[in-house]
C-alpha cells in the first residue's frame, strides 16, 4: 500500500501560481510512475498531467500545456505540479496517483491506470 499525501492548494486569483506537492512518507518513488488529476465540482474528474518514473517523460492535458509543469525527485520520494498563469477553470481537487511499472519511460494518461491515489488538495482560483 502506497500512502500519497498532497499539499501546496488554497485560494489564488487568476493569473497567479500554485505549486502542489505529492509525497509519499517512508516510501521509494521509483518504480511509480506517476500522475495529477483534477476536479472541478458538478464534474468528472480529469487528467492533467503525468510523469514516468526515470523523470524524463511527460506529458500535459492540453488545457494546462505550456502553465502546469510536472516534475520528480525520487530521493525526495515527491512530486511537484507548478501552476502558473492560473484561471478560474483551474479550480477544482487536485489528486496525485502513483502506478507502480518495470518501465522508467512510460508516463500514463488514463485514471483507470493508477493503482494509489490520495486525498486531494482544493485549489480555487478567484477570477
Known amino acids: 500500500q502506497v500512502e500519497l499525501l498532497e499539499s501546496g492548494g488554497g485560494l489564488v486569483q487568476a493569473g497567479g501560481s500554485l505549486r502542489l506537492i505529492c509525497a509519499a512518507p517512508?516510501?521509494?518513488?521509483?518504480?511509480?510512475?506517476m500522475g495529477w488529476f483534477r476536479q472541478a465540482p458538478g464534474k468528472e474528474r480529469e487528467f492533467v498531467a503525468a510523469?514516468?518514473?526515470?523523470?524524463?517523460?511527460?506529458t500535459y492535458a492540453d488545457s494546462v500545456r505550456g502553465r502546469f509543469s510536472i516534475s520528480r525527485d525520487n530521493a525526495k520520494n515527491t512530486v511537484y505540479l507548478q501552476m502558473n498563469s492560473l484561471k478560474p477553470e483551474d479550480t477544482g481537487v487536485y489528486s496525485c496517483?502513483?502506478?507502480?511499472?518495470?518501465?522508467?519511460?512510460?508516463?500514463?494518461?488514463?485514471?483507470?491506470?493508477?493503482?494509489?491515489w490520495g486525498q486531494g488538495t482544493q485549489v480555487t482560483v478567484s477570477s
Open positions: 496517483a502513483a502506478k507502480f511499472t518495470s518501465n522508467s519511460e512510460n508516463y500514463y494518461r488514463r485514471q483507470s491506470s493508477y493503482d494509489y
Open positions: 510523469i514516468s518514473w526515470g523523470g524524463e517523460s511527460t
Open positions: 517512508g516510501r521509494t518513488f521509483s518504480s511509480y510512475a
